[in-house]
């Protein structure tokens, strides 16, 4: 199975509200305002035999991952990984705009 999304049009664009994220991330990086987050989360279906995964995330022009978890993983201008899902998986980043 293949399934690919765009985000929406103004993703990257749309102010962030000041949820906990935000509020940590102005505590933690005060003159790194605007990031933006973005975070993948793929659940196993308990019981099912372990299956092959992967992920590719393509920013546009001018956005780069400030941040990213797990650390080793790959990619500047967005993220491709691939793995065994022998339990859930989880990938998280925050964006920086370099315009």
């Known amino acids: 199975v293949t399934l690919r999304y765009r985000?929406?049009?103004n993703f990257?664009?749309?102010?962030?509200s000041r949820g906990w994220r935000e509020k940590i991330n102005s505590w933690?990086?005060?003159?790194?305002?605007?990031?933006?987050p973005y975070s993948l989360l793929v659940q196993?279906?308990?019981?099912?035999?372990?299956?092959?995964f992967s992920s590719r995330l393509t920013l546009p022009t001018g956005w780069e991952i400030f941040w990213r978890h797990p650390?080793?993983?790959?990619g500047q201008r967005g993220w491709e990984?691939?793995?065994s899902l022998t339990s859930d998986k989880y990938w998280t980043v925050l964006l920086k705009n370099n315009r």
């Open 44 to 52: 196993k279906q308990p019981g099912a035999a372990a299956s092959d």
């Open 7 to 9: 985000l929406k049009a």
């Open 28 to 36: 933690l990086n005060p003159d790194e305002r605007g990031l933006k």
């Open 71 to 74: 650390e080793d993983l790959a």
């Open 12 to 16: 990257l664009t749309s102010p962030v």
């Open 81 to 83: 990984t691939s793995s």
